[in-house]
């Protein structure tokens, strides 16, 4: 089957065509991302622009992804969209854009959580069979799950304030670095002494798997201003301190999850990173070293596809289909966007849109 995905749920208008073939495999045709430009005036993301700027780039986009894929005359079999969770003035113009396209063809439209998408993203390009267990760090969520199989989720953990791309984002801001924060931390880190300050190990005794970050957030700010006003060098200490201390935080819990995951008999334990904050070099530098330490496999999708992409949508929207059969379009024509959707929901609540 081939399966168009768009999405649209923060800032980057996203399509993409994906074919998967009967053996399970599958070939990315094309993966089109505009990335808005419009919110650096306004150091973080505002919605009402993102959703005009989605209306302006959704059908460019989804154009472009149909060319390059060379589907123009037709041959897609389905239309995945984000439906949740996310920004929804921009989940609203995504699932329309892909109702639209669902309607006219008269094929199936297939709503899909944003999250579903990035836990399933290592899939895209790597041979990563379940139960895994999953570190999903992005922008709005830092969470551990452990992964059974398609729409198979569990949460183990999850942040009990900051999430950790937010934290990268706060920190660059509160330097003056720009936006996106993380790679602009990641940047200015590689000539930045990450000894030079003493940040603290968050929830270092504590029990579970949970994550904090605004102690690291408000231990950045404190720094800052005790050294202000900052030169270049004072800058990049800062971020490298901070990015070893989220690293270090993020590696720990990840342990403690490893430690407790019931690997079944005769197989090895696999630990996929995903969602933006996996772009990170130390971060995976950590967790490789955390993961070779236990005789683990680490599987990280590439850059482009731990951001906010339309592969990961569209294959998610694929397994969907392949395991379920298609929704009657009538049904998902029907569904709103969900601002709030989490992964490890009841599976009915998935074609239950609205809330
Ligand atoms: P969510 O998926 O939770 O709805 P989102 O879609 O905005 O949020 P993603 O697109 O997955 O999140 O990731 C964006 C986040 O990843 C931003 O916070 C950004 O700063 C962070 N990020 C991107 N690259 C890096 C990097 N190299 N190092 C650290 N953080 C990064
Ligand atoms: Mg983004
Ligand atoms: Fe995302």
């Given at each position: 089957i081939t399966i168009l995905g768009?999405?649209?749920?923060?800032?980057?208008?996203?399509?993409?065509?994906?074919?998967?073939?009967?053996?399970?495999?599958?070939?990315?045709?094309?993966?089109?991302?505009?990335?808005?430009?419009?919110?650096?005036?306004?150091?973080?993301?505002?919605?009402?622009?993102?959703?005009?700027a989605h209306v302006e780039k959704a059908d460019q986009v989804v154009t472009r992804a149909l060319e390059e894929a060379g589907m123009t005359d037709g041959g897609i079999d389905a239309v995945a969209a984000t439906s949740g969770p996310g920004l929804i003035g921009g989940v609203m113009v995504g699932m329309m854009t892909a109702k639209a396209y669902a309607l006219s063809r008269a094929i199936p439209f297939i709503p899909v959580n944003h999250l579903e998408g990035h836990a399933l993203s290592a899939r895209l390009t790597e041979d990563c069979p379940f139960p895994y267990l999953l570190l999903l760090v992005s922008g709005g969520h830092t969470q551990l799950l452990r992964v059974d199989g398609v729409g198979r989720y569990a949460r183990l953990g999850t942040t009990i304030d900051d999430a950790a791309g937010e934290a990268f984002d706060k920190t660059a801001k509160l330097l003056g670095l720009g936006q996106p924060g993380g790679p602009k931390v990641q940047a200015a880190a590689e000539t930045g002494d990450a000894t030079r300050f003493d940040l603290p190990r968050p929830l270092l005794k504590r029990p579970g798997y949970d994550f904090s970050f605004s102690g690291l957030k408000t231990a950045v700010r404190l720094a800052a201003e005790?050294?202000?006003?900052?030169?270049?060098?004072?800058?990049?200490?800062?971020?490298?301190?901070?990015?070893?201390?989220?690293a270090k935080h993020l590696a720990a819990r990840t342990e403690r999850a490893m430690t407790d995951f019931e690997i079944p008999a005769g197989d090895t334990g696999r630990l996929v990173i995903a969602g933006g904050v996996a772009a990170n070099t130390e971060i995976r530098a950590a967790l490789t070293a955390l993961v070779d330490s236990k005789g683990w496999t680490l599987l990280v999708p590439p850059s482009k596809y731990c951001t906010d992409n339309a592969a990961m949508i569209a294959l998610a929207g694929a397994e969907h289909l392949v395991a379920e059969g298609a929704p009657p379009l009538a049904e998902t024509l029907a569904l709103a966007p969900r601002a709030r959707w989490p992964l490890d929901e009841n599976p009915e609540g998935r074609r239950h849109g609205g809330g």
């Open positions: 768009i999405e649209t749920s923060c800032d980057e208008t996203a399509a993409a065509v994906l074919r998967r073939h009967g053996d399970g495999t599958t070939e990315i045709l094309s993966n089109i991302i505009h990335t808005q430009d419009d919110h650096a005036a306004f150091g973080g993301v505002v919605p009402e622009i993102a959703a005009r005790e050294l202000a006003p900052l030169s270049d060098q004072d800058i990049a200490d800062i971020c490298a301190s901070f990015q070893r201390a989220a």
